[in-house]
């Protein structure tokens, strides 16, 4: 996805996968990273709670001379995290951002509660690469993540072809699921108008 992204005018962070404590000082001079999972999110559920993967910051000096690949990621400094749910070539799009402007947090997820949220307009040209990011993947409907930095830039994070979107449409007034029967329904027409 990231690799599409790029080759579609779409600013992404530097990512490496790693596996020296070497090769990440070497690919991230500051010495300040992020890693996430390298594989689809894995989650478990108990009766109390919900555990999950989260993204965590790094600081080189505390890795180990070698370790199990992972997947590092520049971190980027927020102004807004942007959740955009894309159904055939539309956008609904939503921005959170956290009002403890000192500590903003690298997984939006620790402080989810205290997050302000409202409707966003993506720029029209990050719309079009986007879209047509979407078709070089061969997808009708996703949820991508977005962050727009201190300096303005947009940058892709990831699509997400299963992505959560129901407190994206509730925020955001967008009635998505509304949409997406509609949708489906106009597909299903099309495909009984081809088989008579």
Do not use: C
Not at 43 to 49: I, K, L, M, P, V
Not at 188 to 193: G, I
Request: no cysteine; proline share 3%.
């Amino acid at each position: 996805q990231l690799d599409l992204a790029n080759n579609n005018n779409l600013f992404v962070p530097q990512t490496h996968i790693l596996n020296t404590k070497q090769q990440f000082l070497s690919k991230f001079k500051s010495n300040r990273a992020i890693t996430k999972a390298i594989q689809e999110n894995l989650s478990t559920q108990t009766n109390e709670a919900i555990y999950i993967q989260r993204v965590e910051e790094i600081n080189g000096d505390d890795l180990p001379d070698h370790f199990y690949p992972s997947l590092f990621q520049e971190r980027l400094d927020k102004k807004l995290e942007i959740r955009s749910f894309y159904l055939n070539g539309k956008f609904y799009s939503l921005a959170f951002s956290d009002p403890d402007k000192a500590n903003v947090s690298v997984d939006m997820r620790n402080n989810y509660s205290k997050h302000t949220n409202y409707k966003i307009d993506l720029p029209p040209q990050i719309e079009s690469n986007l879209h047509q990011l979407m078709q070089a993947l061969q997808l009708k409907i996703g949820s991508i993540d977005l962050v727009l930095s201190t300096d303005d830039i947009y940058y892709f994070l990831e699509v997400n072809t299963e992505g959560q979107y129901e407190w994206l449409s509730e925020n955001g007034r967008y009635q998505i699921d509304n949409k997406i029967a509609k949708y489906l329904i106009q597909k299903e027409n099309e495909f009984n108008k081809k088989k008579r």
